[in-house]
């Protein structure tokens, strides 16, 4: 049994979710080989092989897999994967779309999002924005699952010595190409990785107050996320959004400012360590969940908050 | 263009799912069923393409059971002109759903195909990925914006740290996300009209697919349920507590 983990990278270094995914995979047990597919990615399949647990790594490096198009990454990944008992790769939006690209390629049913590993075959995964756990078993030869990183704890991105491999395979579609990009440049830590989340919602009002989550958040080296209502009013950029159709966050705590708590919110960030929620209604859902809940007027309590840490 | 609109009919947004006592899935009876989300946008954004004069003719099409014939209704109101409807009682996989729709594709051969990123109930985000596996399409998944120039397509990708743009060849596969559009409410004469409008009835058998699968649900749990904490009457309650209490300050 070996385990095919497909690295999330942006052309300089591993992105944290994969040390999560290979995590997982070390749960269901044989060796883990790691495919880094890109162009000039000699620097980040030395990263790739300092990974612990890591046995090999593949390199697919050619103009083809630049930008992970799926049409050209798929088939490559469905090549390689067939000797595979497993093909992991972490549940970011990368991964969501080339996975189950090679999951149809195998003629395999893909199970998506696992938060845990039963046995080799036997996975657990949120259903419902999370108000449902099912527990799924797979039959197929190649197991395709996409990880959710909170359910696992990374491994240690140093201390391992994989070997280096050069795979020759290129598929070039043909049929899409990369236009351009526009990725959001912040200092503050990425949202899935950061160990302290400020979250803001509606009650936020504008944009414009988020600079106090901002000026608290440096305060604590947090990342700052928002709840999909905020995006939908336009304060902020979707890629800020927490929640079932956001992103996954797990900090060891998290402050929800101007938050309800829709259960499509909760989805998002309900396995949290700490919660605490500040809010003016004291009958919002968000209470039901927070550790600690302070009903106060938001734009009293962030300035005060943010001067007494 | 012909552009074919996929559609699931899931529990409504609104409703908070029970598991069943048994553990084998979560109670659906009477419980209000609705479009999924996802699957309202997608519905939006081909109607929106044929008031560009970009599309000529909308499909609508849904794999699920006979009461799905409601939601396509629906997206007919909504200004899709004719509808599919492949009949199955039992509970696909994404799989399934895309060998199903790849058939529908063969058939009908659209120009684009527009779905839902995820379904609200399965959270899957795989049958857009899948069909573009199958028919080989380029695909634009949680796409924010469509343009359609010639015989090519610029879609912007939400993703991670922001937002992508790729260019496809037609025919080819888009999966919606939030963003892409605000979807309108059917009009009462336009709910009238749409009962006119055709809707035909498939079943697997009748297009020669076979809907096995290789993964089996086992049990569905609720999850571990979080308790309520306390309430701190002040800031400096908070820190005090966030300091001493729960040390992660």
């Known amino acids: 049994m070996t385990v095919l983990v497909i690295a999330e990278h942006d052309g300089a270094g591993i992105a944290s979710a994969t040390l999560n995914t290979v995590a997982a995979a070390g749960k269901m047990g044989g060796d883990i080989h790691l495919l880094v597919a890109g162009q000039g990615v000699a620097a980040v399949a030395q990263a790739a092989a300092q990974i612990t647990g890591v046995a090999k790594v593949l390199v697919a490096d050619n103009a083809a897999y630049a930008h992970q198009l799926p049409e050209n990454v798929a088939p490559l990944v469905a090549e390689l994967g067939t000797g595979y008992s497993h093909i992991l790769a972490a549940a970011t939006s990368n991964g969501k779309n080339i996975l189950p690209r090679v999951a149809a390629a195998l003629d395999v049913d893909q199970i998506s999002e696992i938060i845990s590993v039963v046995s080799a075959d036997t996975f657990t995964r949120p259903i419902y924005a999370g108000n449902a756990i099912a527990t799924v078993q797979s039959t197929a030869p190649v197991k395709v699952i996409t990880v959710r990183a909170t359910g696992f704890d990374p491994v240690a991105a140093q201390g391992g010595s994989a070997a280096v491999e050069a795979v020759a395979a290129v598929h070039d579609a043909g049929t899409s190409s990369f236009v351009g990009e526009e990725l959001a440049k912040s200092d503050r830590p990425e949202l899935t990785a950061a160990k302290v989340v400020v979250s803001g919602g509606r009650g936020m009002q504008n944009g414009d107050n988020f600079k106090y989550l901002y000026a608290l958040a440096d305060k604590l080296g947090a990342g700052v996320g928002a709840s999909r209502a905020a995006v939908d009013a336009g304060f902020v950029p979707n890629d800020m959004q927490v929640g079932q159709t956001g992103k996954i966050v797990a900090p060891q705590l998290y402050i929800a400012v101007g938050i309800s708590g829709a259960i499509q919110h909760l989805a998002g960030m309900k396995d949290a360590k700490v919660i605490v929620a500040i809010n003016k209604d004291e009958e919002a859902p968000i209470f039901q969940v927070a550790d600690y809940g302070l009903v106060a007027d938001l734009f009293e309590a962030v300035p005060e908050l943010e001067q007494a840490v | ?249």
């Open chain 2, 1 to 249: 263009m012909k552009v074919l609109a996929c559609i699931k009919r899931v529990v409504d947004y609104n409703v908070k799912v029970r598991v069943k006592a048994d553990n084998s899935g979560v109670d659906l009876a009477n419980v209000k069923m609705s479009m999924n989300p996802f699957c309202e946008i997608a519905v939006e954004e081909a109607v929106r393409l044929k008031e560009e004069g970009v599309a000529t003719e909308i499909v609508v099409v849904s794999i699920g059971p006979t009461t799905a014939q409601e939601q396509l209704r629906t997206a007919l109101a909504l200004g899709a002109d004719r509808a599919i409807l492949v009949e199955s009682a039992e509970d696909l996989t994404s799989l399934a759903v895309a060998k199903l729709l790849k058939a529908v594709v063969d058939k009908e051969q659209p120009q684009l195909v527009i779905l839902g990123k995820q379904a609200i109930d399965s959270d899957n985000n795989q049958t857009g990925q899948m069909l573009a596996a199958l028919t080989g399409f380029g695909q634009g998944t949680f796409a924010s914006k469509v343009e359609v120039a010639g015989d090519k397509v610029a879609v912007t990708r939400e993703v991670d740290g922001g937002a992508q743009t790729v260019s496809l060849s037609l025919p080819a596969i888009i999966t919606t996300d939030l963003r892409l559009n605000e979807p309108r409410y059917a009009s009462l004469p336009n709910i009238m009209k749409a009962k006119k409008k055709p809707l035909e009835v498939l079943t697997p058998d009748a297009l020669g697919v076979s809907t096995a699968s290789t993964n089996k649900t086992l049990k569905v749990e609720a999850p571990a349920a979080r308790s309520a904490g306390i309430k701190v009457k002040s800031v400096a309650e908070l820190v005090e507590k966030l300091k001493n209490e729960a040390k992660v300050i």
